[in-house]
């Protein structure tokens, strides 16, 4: 069975930080790309991050130098590493053999993580 499974969310205070990890089990991801997307209550799915096979990077333009996703194919995990949260990023956070602007493209997801940022 081909699996990824999301972990790391939590309650932070407004400016505060989270890693989210990403860990695959069934294959290795060396030769992916694996997208980061999150749901806000409320609204639709949105694409966060994407890392490519190669190890570069791209982001959502609102999130660009607070966010960075990384990858250790050793452990067959890939990170999203989230700075200085704000509240507007409370939402179920998933990751996916999968990048896009939405997660339209994608039927199935995992059960993701909950981040939530509230004083």
């Known amino acids: 069975q081909l699996q990824l499974v999301e972990s790391g969310g939590g309650l932070v205070q407004p400016g505060g930080s989270l890693r989210l990890s990403c860990a695959a089990s069934?294959?290795?991801?060396?030769?992916?790309?694996i997208g980061w997307f999150r749901q806000a209550p409320g609204k639709e799915r949105e694409g966060v991050s994407c890392?490519?096979?190669?190890?570069?990077?791209n982001y959502a333009e609102s999130l660009k130098g607070r966010f960075t996703t990384s990858r250790d194919n050793a452990k067959n995990t890939v990170y999203l590493q989230m700075n200085s949260l704000k509240p507007e990023d409370t939402g179920i956070y998933y990751c996916?053999?999968?990048?896009?602007?939405?997660?339209?493209?994608?039927?199935?997801w995992g059960q993701g993580t909950q981040v939530t940022v509230s004083s």
């Open positions: 996916a053999v999968y990048c896009g602007s939405t997660g339209r493209g994608l039927r199935n």
């Open positions: 069934g294959f290795s991801l060396d030769g992916y790309a």
């Open positions: 890392i490519s096979s190669s190890g570069s990077a």
